[in-house]
């Protein structure tokens, strides 16, 4: 089964604080013409250039924030001052810093959300470079014949930065911790998260690309395991709750064969969604679908008549697979489903997109 999916692991820095400081313009220029032949010559100072600025741009290529740990000081370069014939000095070179798609950029000292870089190529301009002062050329006036004024240039933007990362991927798993997220995701992609009977394998959220066929494919993100309390602090699961924000759907994972037979998946489940509620209700409101793991561990009539049970104590009204995830049973079929319905969501999306142009 293995050999139709592909997908890479990465690894998540999802969090880090820049310095950036623009470029100082450059000074204008006190110059007067001399020429052997031409008897006050006049004023002939250049304008000074404009100060480099500082740009974020997001690159597809790039997955982490672990860069920013050994470089977090970013400067452009200032404009040249202005020179003589009226010569304006040459504008500094802007700097442009690349960091992942779906990393959000806020003021670190006012709180100000300053942009959010999704797609490839998006850029945000974070410092501006300060404008060119004028050279004395540009104060000469009919009273004025030589003057002597010149402005300086201004400094540039300095500022503190926040990055914040969020996972930019189609499909979220969520569960409690050896719910079997890490092995589902290695069932359907290349990605080999590391896998272990304890809690807390995942320490990072893993990503997956999933294809099919050539042209059809999604991004599945597997979540370090929540745990109760995460929306409050507790485990690893508030530092990487945000991360499902931007999926389009949740995949809930439950172990209906626990190595604790007094573990009621019931249970497992009803924590989850009380911790989704409690850190955002429009998380909580996703688009949900149950997904029962280890079914190999039982026999088919079990599996049914768990399956029922579920359903029944949940009301769930979502939809419900059966895989085991270390086997890939069941696993074609979902990955199937997710994107017939990620495909019909796009063609919506194309169509609502359609409707308000043609108004």
Same mark, same amino acid.
């Given at each position: 089964?293995?050999?139709?999916f592909?997908?890479?692991?990465?690894?998540?820095?999802?969090?880090a604080?820049?310095?950036?400081?623009?470029?100082?313009?450059?000074? &204008?220029? +006190?110059?007067?013409?001399?020429?052997?032949?031409?008897?006050?010559? %006049?004023? =002939? @100072? !250049?304008? #000074?250039?404009?100060?480099?600025?500082?740009?974020?741009?997001?690159?597809?290529?790039?997955?982490?924030?672990?860069?920013?740990?050994?470089?977090?000081?970013?400067?452009?370069?200032?404009g040249?001052?202005?020179?003589?014939?009226?010569?304006?000095?040459?504008?500094?070179?802007?700097?442009?810093?690349?960091?992942?798609?779906?990393?959000?950029?806020a003021?670190?000292?006012?709180?100000?959300?300053? &942009?959010? +870089?999704?797609?490839?190529?998006?850029?945000?301009?974070?410092?501006? %470079?300060? =404008? @060119? !002062?004028? #050279?004395?050329?540009?104060?000469?006036?009919?009273?004025?014949?030589?003057?002597?004024?010149?402005?300086?240039?201004?400094?540039?933007?300095?500022?503190?930065?926040?990055?914040?990362?969020?996972v930019?991927a189609?499909?979220?798993?969520?569960?409690?911790?050896?719910?079997?997220?890490?092995?589902l995701?290695?069932?359907?992609s290349?990605?080999?998260?590391?896998?272990?009977?304890?809690?807390?394998?995942?320490?990072?959220p893993?990503?997956?690309v999933?294809?099919?066929e050539?042209?059809?494919?999604?991004?599945?993100?597997?979540?370090p395991?929540?745990?109760?309390g995460?929306?409050?602090?507790a485990?690893?699961?508030i530092?990487?709750?945000?991360h499902?924000?931007?999926t389009?759907?949740?995949?809930?994972l439950v172990?209906?064969?626990?190595?604790?037979?007094?573990?009621?998946?019931?249970?497992?489940i009803r924590?989850?969604?009380?911790?989704?509620?409690?850190?955002?209700?429009i998380?909580?409101?996703?688009?949900?679908?149950?997904?029962?793991n280890?079914?190999?561990?039982?026999s088919?009539?079990?599996v049914?008549?768990?399956?029922?049970?579920?359903?029944?104590?949940l009301?769930w009204?979502?939809?419900?697979?059966m895989?085991?995830?270390?086997?890939?049973?069941?696993?074609?079929?979902?990955?199937g489903?997710?994107?017939?319905?990620?495909?019909?969501?796009?063609?919506?999306?194309?169509?609502?997109?359609?409707?308000?142009?043609?108004?």
């Amino acid at each position: 089964m293995r050999g139709f999916f592909f997908g890479q692991i990465m690894k998540f820095v999802d969090e880090a604080t820049i310095t950036v400081h623009a470029g100082k313009g450059g000074n &204008g220029c +006190l110059s007067f013409r001399r020429e052997k032949y031409v008897p006050r010559g %006049g004023p =002939d @100072g !250049g304008d #000074g250039g404009r100060g480099g600025s500082v740009y974020l741009q997001a690159r597809s290529g790039l997955n982490t924030l672990a860069d920013f740990r050994f470089t977090r000081s970013f400067v452009a370069e200032n404009g040249k001052g202005g020179s003589g014939r009226n010569c304006a000095g040459r504008g500094g070179d802007d700097v442009i810093i690349p960091v992942p798609e779906g990393t959000l950029v806020a003021d670190r000292d006012t709180g100000e959300l300053i &942009g959010d +870089l999704i797609k490839d190529g998006d850029h945000l301009l974070v410092a501006q %470079g300060g =404008d @060119g !002062g004028y #050279g004395n050329t540009r104060f000469k006036s009919s009273t004025n014949r030589a003057p002597k004024r010149t402005i300086s240039g201004r400094g540039g933007d300095l500022r503190r930065l926040d990055l914040e990362l969020r996972v930019l991927a189609d499909v979220g798993l969520l569960g409690l911790p050896n719910a079997g997220k890490s092995t589902l995701l290695r069932a359907v992609s290349q990605a080999r998260p590391r896998v272990a009977d304890y809690p807390f394998t995942t320490l990072y959220p893993q990503l997956g690309v999933v294809a099919l066929e050539q042209g059809r494919s999604f991004v599945i993100a597997d979540i370090p395991g929540l745990i109760e309390g995460a929306a409050e602090g507790a485990g690893l699961g508030i530092q990487f709750l945000r991360h499902l924000e931007r999926t389009r759907l949740l995949l809930h994972l439950v172990d209906i064969a626990p190595f604790d037979p007094e573990s009621d998946p019931v249970v497992a489940i009803r924590t989850i969604e009380r911790e989704l509620e409690k850190y955002d209700t429009i998380l909580a409101d996703k688009d949900r679908w149950l997904i029962l793991n280890k079914v190999d561990l039982l026999s088919e009539e079990a599996v049914a008549e768990m399956s029922d049970r579920l359903v029944e104590a949940l009301e769930w009204k979502g939809r419900v697979f059966m895989v085991s995830a270390i086997s890939g049973q069941g696993c074609r079929p979902l990955v199937g489903e997710i994107l017939a319905w990620l495909e019909e969501r796009e063609r919506y999306s194309d169509e609502e997109r359609d409707d308000e142009t043609t108004d």
